[in-house]
Each structure stands twice: as C-alpha cells, then as structure tokens.
C-alpha cells in the first residue's frame, strides 16, 4: 500500500512515495499537478525530486509556469525504461497495449487519474476501433478514433485522451515518426461558462423532488444554497455544524469510492449559514436520530450519497419531470455563483463561501453575468 505524505498546501511542493516510487506533488492556481520521477522512493530520489521542485517554484514566482510540465520533465534523470519489451508486435491490438500501459501507470498515479485511462479504455471497446492491429494503426484510423472521441467532450478533454494513447504508443516502443497521435492537432476553443439554472428552474427542480423524491429534497436544496463541491457537501457531516455561530465548516471531501480526502485545494473554510438553511438542518437534525460524525446528506438507506448514482437515479428523472434541458447536478455550483454575482456580492465573498480562487471567479464568471459601463473619465 503507497504510503503518502501530508497532502502539500497551496503553493508548497512535496516529495511523495507513492508505491514506493518517487513523485512529486502540487498545486498551482486551485489545480493539482504530479510529476512521477522515475525512481525508486531513496534519498537521491528526493534529493532529485527538491532539485527539480525549487525550479518549479522559481517558475511560479516569476509567472512563468510551464503547465506543460514539459520544461520540468526534462530535468528528470534519464532511465531505461521498466517495460515493456516486444510490445510492438503484429498480434496486438491497440485496446491490448494499451490495458498493459495502464497497468504501467497504475503504479505512478492515483486511482482517481487510473479512471481517466479505464474510461478511454471503455471507448476505445465500445467503439471497436481499440481491435486495430497496433502495426497496422496509421493516420485514417487515429482520425477515426479522434472522431468518435470528440463526442460531447471539450477540446481540452479530447487532447488529455489523445495525449494517453500518444504517450501509450511511445510507451509501447512505437517511432514518433510512425505514431499517427502526435500528428492530432486539436484546436483550442474558448472556455465558456456552465449555463446556470434560473430561478424559476431551480423552484421547478425543487418542486418535482418535495413530490416525487422527498428524501432528497433538503440536499438539493442545500446544493443551490451553498454552492460548494459535491464531494465536499457529501463529506459533511453533523459535527461541521457550528450551532452557536450558524456556520458550517467544510474541510473535507467524499470521493466515488466514499473515501474521505482533504477538499479540491487542501483549504479548510467556515461559512456563515443563512437562516433558511440553518433553519433547513435543525429541523432535519430534529427528524432524525443522528450522531454528530453521521453524514448530513445520505441515501435512504443512510449510505453516503454517490453523486453518478444520485444523477443517474433522481436528478435526470427530476429535470425530465420538470421539461428542464439536461445539466449536471454540479451546475447547482455554477447557479449559486451566477446568482450571487447577478444581485451584487463581491467576488471575493463568493470565492470565499465556493472555494473558488479570486481570480478564477472574476475570469471564468464576473464577465458573464454583470456587464460593465464604461465611466466618463474626461
């Protein structure tokens, strides 16, 4: 079992030994990086390892991040590789080679990162294209497979899936000249934000779950009134309530597995709860005999919620009750946001309540939903 280090702040830089092997770990601007060393986890490797992460923040002090990480994984110390060997051979499919490269990089990343390759994995079976011969895999079929990729996806996420099954071929011992994937050129679009529900949609939701779905009509609920992740709402439990100063603390996440993990950004933030959802939990804490570490948000079985199945099971039902064009459970976030910012609250008291970065929420959100005036300056 990997045997895992405090998980770094934001801005900190840390050595890990995750399966016994060396990495190191960040986060820069609420993202979280890994960079895999390719050593076993010794003292030169994290000598290697803090060699390399003082660059990296160097890099962030002067602004100059390479997010490519490419500049900094050519500070790596040059191996020979651990396998494969004979993997380019006329019998195997690309969907064979590329079971075999995650089972390579299943001992360098985490299980939430592993699933990103599974899922590709998954397309590449369902399609067929994953049959190809991996000798016989040229430019026309790679094309096919981009296709097919491309469906309901952004171009970023398309290019992280190319960029598997490139690195996948390399891997493998496959010429660069004679990988049809590093020839993909995916054009960047403009990120444009999540549509958020109206307020006469958010009361059509609500509505269709106090009818159809009662038990979970106080988590939605609570979901467009406090916009936080939906780990991290998962995650609460009773004990987070302050009920002297109405707040609620969030400083932890639930994952698909129901693992507890340290939030998105590692950060821990109280927030100060209105008096309709203070109002909200009482009168659930009142219905229900809970102790303080149970979960607020459970299932009807008292089990922690899994956000695909809660999707899967209520909300899509929900929106189709309610004639409400599809959006994923997690644009409650993206509504709170939009809302908040529509009737005049800074940014900053937004971020601080979402857990945003400042400079995300006037980026990515401030533009969409308030308009500026130019002022007459002379």
């Known amino acids: 079992m990997a045997k895992r280090r405090r998980r770094a702040d934001n801005g900190s830089i840390t050595v890990e030994n995750f399966n016994l092997r060396a990495r190191l ?39 100059d991040f390479d997010y490519t990480l490419s500049r900094y994984k050519a500070l790596l110390p040059h191996s020979k590789p651990v396998e494969p060997q004979k993997v380019v051979e006329d019998s195997n499919t690309l969907a064979d080679v590329f079971k075999r490269f995650i089972a390579f990089k299943s001992k360098q990343l985490y299980h939430r990162s592993i699933n990103q390759y599974q899922t590709l994995l998954k397309h590449l079976s369902k399609s067929g294209l994953g049959n190809v011969r991996i000798t016989k895999l040229d430019t026309p079929t790679a094309n096919k497979i981009v296709d097919y990729l491309a469906q309901d996806i952004t171009p970023a996420t398309l290019r992280a899936r190319i960029g598997k099954l490139s690195a996948c071929l ?29 307020k006469q949609e958010i009361q059509l939701i609500l509505d269709v779950f106090d009818a159809r779905y009662p038990h979970y009509y106080d988590y939605v ?6 916009g936080a992740r939906t780990g991290e709402i998962n995650a609460l439990t009773w004990n987070d309530i302050d009920w002297k100063n109405n707040t609620i603390t969030i400083s932890k996440s639930l994952s698909a597995k129901r693992e507890i993990k340290p939030t998105k950004t590692g950060n821990i933030r109280t927030i100060v709860l209105s008096d309709d959802v203070l109002n909200l939990l009482k009168m659930m804490w009142k219905r229900g005999k809970f102790t303080p570490t149970d979960f607020i948000f459970t299932t009807p079985a008292r089990l922690a919620i899994i956000d695909h199945k809660f999707a899967r099971d209520y909300w899509r039902p929900a929106l189709a009750i309610a004639k409400i064009p599809y959006r994923r459970p997690y644009i409650t976030r993206h509504s709170f946001v939009s809302h908040a910012l529509s009737i005049g609250i800074p940014p900053t008291d937004v971020s601080a309540v979402t857990g945003h970065h400042p400079v995300t929420m006037l980026q990515f959100y401030y533009g969409h939903v308030k308009s500026t005036q130019l002022p007459k300056l002379y």
């Open 221 to 226: 609920y609570f979901r467009f009134c406090v």
């Open 170 to 198: 390399s891997w493998a011992g496959v010429d660069d000249s004679k990988n049809p994937f590093k020839k993909v050129d995916i054009k960047s679009q403009s990120r444009k934000p999540p549509l958020p529900f109206t």
């Open 25 to 63: 770990r960040w986060t820069h601007n609420e993202k979280q990086y890994c960079l895999a060393l390719g050593m076993d986890y010794t003292k030169q490797a994290v000598a290697v390892g803090e060699s390399i992460g003082a660059r990296i923040r160097l890099d962030i002090l002067a602004n």
